[in-house]
């Protein structure tokens, strides 16, 4: 005679801090979510890249959507501050560095909201000697060199485990048609550019072997971008920076292991662990990856491996702090918080603890 219900309920006013390397996705991860389940959301886009985010608030407020249910705020450290501090947001979700997804988390937390901070990665892409070449070669590829390497989700780290010369040179080759101004864009800054260059020439210093160089790349008729062309670096260790660090560019560190055993030791030896991938044409030891791998978001055979809707977005360690995830399915108890009833109406009901 007693039932007992689960509702969800929202949360009030939530806020999200998005990045500048994804100014329109990033944004819509967080705000159709958390609208739609019953929030008003104030919105920090970066600084750097703050239109296509006004652009939207003007699209919600053509479409009808009510004045102060989505608010956009600009602005740099002091906006990000506030809203960790102001004590009627109850939830943040922030994507940016690993850096300062720590101080969001912590600043956040301490004012008792919930928080999810997505951080940085440096992810592995593990290379069996029995991946198939072609596929192996232009997947690593367009992982490391997509929207010039400035996304947590690059190609950072391959390690070639065993006999994989072959796929090496393929990949020098695929990565030569990789042309800066075509089908390459630029990096975000002069600092970025400067940063990743200086990477690379560490590298170098460190004894690591350039196989292809992108530096000091200009593009004709657009003196003034800031461009880095498709970076391999091969005999790369794991004391150098640039198989430790987030690059974030066009580069990929070649680190080799004799077997599998070191291949995922040198994975699971990163701070990090957004992602990580395997190319391989075993099941059995793409499951033993899948299984040992230190890290949030898998692939077998994909360079990229984001998940698709229902499956949400997030990585381990320093790539994420908090609980859930901001997309998919868990974003739902990340928005929203449970309100639990239990209803008697019969009054011949027994009677115990309940009543």
Not at 171 to 197: C, D, F, Q, T, W
Not at 230 to 259: C, H, L, Q, W
């Amino acid at each position: 005679g007693v039932e007992c219900r689960i509702e969800r309920k929202p949360l009030g006013v939530v806020a999200s801090i998005t990045p500048f390397n994804f100014p329109n996705m990033v944004p819509h991860w967080t705000m159709p979510n958390a609208l739609v389940l019953g929030n008003t959301m104030v919105m920090k886009p970066s600084e750097i890249v703050p239109l296509s985010t006004m652009r939207m608030a003007e699209l919600l407020q053509e479409a009808g959507l009510p004045d102060g249910v989505f608010n956009l705020v600009n602005g740099g450290k002091e906006v990000v501050e506030a809203i960790c501090d102001h004590s009627d947001i109850k939830a943040v979700s922030f994507v940016g560095s690993t850096k300062v997804a720590k101080i969001v988390y912590k600043r956040a937390t301490s004012n008792l909201k919930r928080c999810v901070a997505l951080g940085g990665a440096k992810n592995h892409l593990l290379v069996l000697p029995d991946a198939n070449p072609e596929m192996t070669a232009n997947n690593v590829v367009a992982s490391m060199s997509g929207c010039a390497g400035q996304r947590c989700m690059a190609a950072s780290v391959m390690v070639g485990v065993d006999k994989v010369q072959h796929i090496i040179d393929r990949m020098v080759e695929e990565a030569k048609k990789i042309v800066p101004g075509e089908n390459l864009g630029a990096v975000i800054s002069k600092k970025a550019k400067e940063r990743i260059e200086n990477y690379i020439a560490q590298a170098e210093a460190d004894g690591a072997k350039i196989l292809l160089d992108g530096r000091n790349t200009t593009v004709a008729g657009k003196e003034g971008g800031f461009y880095v062309g498709p970076t391999i670096i091969d005999y790369v260790t794991t004391d150098m920076s640039v198989a430790r660090e987030e690059i974030f560019g066009p580069v990929i560190s070649i680190i080799r292991a004799k077997n599998l055993d070191e291949a995922i030791a040198i994975e699971n030896g990163s701070d990090y662990g957004n992602a990580a991938a395997v190319f391989t044409q075993s099941g059995g030891l793409a499951k033993e990856v899948i299984k040992r791998a230190s890290a949030g978001m898998i692939g077998v055979n994909i360079g990229v491996p984001v998940p698709r809707e229902p499956f949400s977005f997030g990585g381990w360690n320093e790539s994420k702090f908090g609980v859930g995830d901001i997309t998919g399915r868990s974003s739902i108890e990340f928005w929203t918080q449970n309100k639990k009833t239990t209803t008697k109406w019969n009054p011949e009901a027994q009677v115990n603890w309940m009543s």
